[in-house]
Every structure is written in C-alpha cells, then in structure tokens.
C-alpha cells in the first residue's frame, strides 16, 4: 500500500474543509499545514491555538509519519492523542494511542473518524 497516496486520499478532503492545505508528501511523512491565525480563529479551543505570535505568518503542522505498520500522529509538535486528552476526549484519544501498531488502512480510518471530534470540541 502506498503511503502517501493511501494517506493524502483519505485525509485531504477533511482537513481541507477544516482549513489546512492539501497534504504534502514524501515517501514517509505527509504535512498539512494551517495558518496559525486562521486556525485559532476557527479553532480557538485547539491547545496549539494562539500558541505564536499573530500576524507573522506561522503555521500549525499535522504531521503524518509512517510507523510501520501504522502511523505515527503530531499535531505542532504534540501526540495527537495528548491534543485529544487535553480537550477530554479520552475515548478518541485511546482510539488513536494504537495507530502505530495498526495496518494502514485501518490507522487512516481511525483518524477519520477522531479528527472531526477534534475539531468539533475544539470551536468557540
């Protein structure tokens, strides 16, 4: 299974419609990248939100990286499973404390399903 394109095919059209940019990919690793400003604004609960500085143009990384057989999730440089903990979604959060350890497919379908429960407890 391809990495990349098994990856940007299952996340780009979520978090797209949540404001990150496509999925940039290489062999290994996918980054979506927010602006900063823009996800705190949307996103003002997000414990990554108003972390920098407004109005320098930074952005909030999603980083993807390929653990065999699974995957390995940081949102700006957190576990996405301690984000998830931090906005007491601890059911997500033990959803996504395997991923590195499942196949694929079945990691991909797992962030499906916990990544819009993010974004939903992390709006105003």
């Known amino acids: 299974m391809d990495f990349a394109a098994s990856t940007t095919a299952a996340l780009d059209g979520l978090l797209t419609r949540e404001g ?10 996918v980054i979506y ?6 996800l705190s604004d949307r ?5 990554q939100a108003n972390a920098q500085p407004r109005g320098l143009g930074c952005c909030i990384d999603l980083v993807i990286d390929q653990h065999e ?4 999730v940081v949102l700006e440089g957190e576990p996405l499973a301690r984000t998830l903990r931090a906005l007491r979604l601890n059911e997500a ?3 996504v404390d395997g ?8 990691a991909l ?13 992390s709006k105003p």
């Open 69 to 72: 057989p699974g995957v390995q």
């Open 43 to 47: 996103f003002p609960r997000l414990p």
């Open 20 to 29: 990150f940019m496509a999925g940039q990919a290489s062999e290994t690793e």
């Open 93 to 95: 959060a033990q959803s």
């Open 109 to 121: 379908e797992s962030l499906v399903e916990v990544l819009p429960q993010l974004f939903r407890a």
């Open 99 to 106: 991923i590195d350890s499942m196949p694929l497919d079945a």
């Open 33 to 38: 990248c927010a602006s900063h400003d823009e």
